[in-house]
Antibody, heavy 118, light 107 residues
Framework: EVQLVQSGAEVKKPGRSLRISCQGS????????IGWVRQMPGKGLEWMGI????????RYSPSFQGQVTISADKSITTAYLQWSRLKASDTAMYYC???????????WGQGTMVIVSS | DIQMTQSPSTLSASVGDRVTITCRAS??????LAWYQQKPGKAPKLLIY???SLQNGVPSRFSGSGSGTEFTLTISSLQPDDFATYYC?????????FGQGTKVEIK
């Protein structure tokens, strides 16, 4: 069974750094893209970026380029989304999802809620 | 970037209704269009990929069609479990982009 298990909810102060994770299992981790999707409270889905763990090829949406860093450690089948300096506007639910350029995002994590507040 | 625009933003319908949601792209592309369903507090779920291919386990009342810049999701007979928000997504080119969503409400 394919599973993407995300790290738990986070409450952080503005200006702090954060890394959240997404561990894949039940499939060939290096053979599929893993992407990150933001959903701000009461809003729609926003595609942030994606990584191919097989060769670490990473693509970002222009809206998120320079704001976050996506990485992966294939030895532990885990992808990461990282901020160096959080802002209140980063408060959102973040989903990871795996898929391919054939069938898009087939499998999704359960989501990680990030709250940034002073 | 390819911008995706869904219509309507909200749709009120009754159980048994035929429902159609439209997704328009800012530029033409061939086949790489997906539809997702999201219920409150839950992760999105893939319904349809490659315009019209039904994901495993998705009821056959869901169907997708279209090409070029206009794509549609149709629910042939709306069921109580179908009240949710639906998103289209193009994955023809990076950045993959979502439509803004269509909320299907009970009439």
């Amino acid at each position: 069974e394919v599973q993407l298990v995300q790290s738990g909810a986070e409450v952080k102060k503005p200006g702090r750094s954060l890394r959240i994770s997404c561990q894949g299992s039940g499939y060939t981790f290096t053979g599929y893209w893993i992407g990150w999707v933001r959903q701000m409270p009461g809003k729609g889905l926003e595609w942030m970026g994606i990584i191919y763990p097989g060769d670490s090829d990473t693509r970002y949406s222009p809206s998120f380029q320079g704001q976050v860093t996506i990485s992966a450690d294939k030895s532990i089948t885990t992808a990461y989304l990282q901020w160096s300096r959080l802002k209140a506007s980063d408060t959102a639910m973040y989903y990871c999802a795996s898929g391919s350029p054939y069938d898009a995002f087939t499998f999704w994590g359960q989501g990680t809620m990030v709250i940034v507040s002073s | 970037d390819i911008q995706m625009t869904q219509s309507p933003s909200t749709l009120s319908a009754s159980v048994g209704d035929r429902v159609t949601i439209t997704c328009r792209a800012s530029q033409s592309f061939s086949s790489w269009l997906a539809w997702y369903q999201q219920k409150p507090g839950k992760a999105p779920k893939l319904l349809i990929y490659k315009v019209s291919s039904l994901q495993n386990g998705v009821p056959s009342r869901f169907s997708g069609s279209g090409s070029g810049t206009e794509f549609t999701l149709t629910i042939s007979s709306l069921q109580p479990d179908d009240f949710a928000t639906y998103y289209c997504q193009q994955y023809n080119s990076f950045p993959w982009t979502f439509g803004q969503g269509t909320k299907v409400e009970i009439k």
